[in-house]
């Protein structure tokens, strides 16, 4: 056995059970391995593993890796910040696109959405930690942002993502993750047929998982430490 088939089977074995901790069926919880700083070979034993899906931040160390893998069956996420000038690229190699954060980039991804492909998944990223992180929308922005991009008929809206300020304590993490949680709520009362809670990463996804999340975004807890510098290949 891999040490990533063992990490893997560590992760799967953790969510299962703080999904029954805390009243949740583990199988509403998808678990996408955040493969960014990690080489194609550590994919490969991943999906050897039966991991599916894979989340790459940086796009032209996304589009090597996906040359690399081009026989293989792997559902892609987009997980960085987006800039406008790379939409063409993630509009055409990735089934997902996690942090959309302008209604600029959600009509450019729209745009440029090849026919030949399903509609493109989307969360929107908010930004619950206002004080200390700036990534994401403001939450008085939502809902004209999700309004606009339900509009869009070559993307699918399908729910919230965001990436809290690091906090020390479970619950101060919990807090942070329910806000994204009321969020979404809110917006299903509204009839956005809203199915994704995109939050929790290796060293919070218990209060994730507490909170709600329906999708976490696990990197070192499943392929270890990153190489250093891969942040230079933007
Ligand atoms: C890197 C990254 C992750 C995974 O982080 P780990 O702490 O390695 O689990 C999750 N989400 C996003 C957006 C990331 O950039």
Redesign the pocket.
């Known amino acids: 056995m891999t040490n990533i088939e063992k990490n893997l089977q560590a992760v799967q074995k953790q969510i299962h059970d703080y999904a029954l901790q805390y009243q949740r069926d583990p199988s509403s919880i998808k678990l996408l391995a ?1 493969s ?1 700083g990690q080489d194609a070979n550590k994919i490969k034993d991943a999906l050897q593993a039966g991991q599916k899906s894979f ?1 790459e ?1 940086y796009l032209q160390e996304a589009l090597d890796k996906m040359a690399l893998l081009k026989d293989e069956k792997i559902e892609w996420h987009f ?2 910040p987006i800039q406008n000038n790379k939409t063409k690229h993630i509009a055409t190699h990735f089934d997902w696109a996690h942090c959309i954060e302008s209604l600029k980039t959600a009509q450019r991804l729209n745009d440029q959405r090849p026919e030949h492909l399903p509609p493109l998944m989307i969360c929107i990223q908010v930004n619950v930690s206002e004080e200390t992180t700036k990534s994401g929308i403001h939450d008085y922005e939502l809902l004209s942002l999700a309004e606009a991009c339900s509009d869009l008929p070559r993307l699918k809206l399908r729910g919230l993502m965001t ?1 809290p300020a690091p906090k020390n304590t479970f619950s101060e993490q919990r807090i942070e993750f329910h806000k994204l949680f009321l969020l979404q709520q809110q917006l299903i009362v509204k009839g956005f047929p809203l199915d994704i809670l995109s939050m929790g ?3 919070d996804l218990d209060a994730a998982i507490a909170e709600g999340s329906t999708l976490l ?5 499943i392929f270890g430490e990153r190489e250093k510098n891969k942040k230079n290949l933007k």
């Open positions: 955040a960014k989340g931040n997980i960085g990436i990463m290796s060293h975004r696990i990197g070192t807890a």
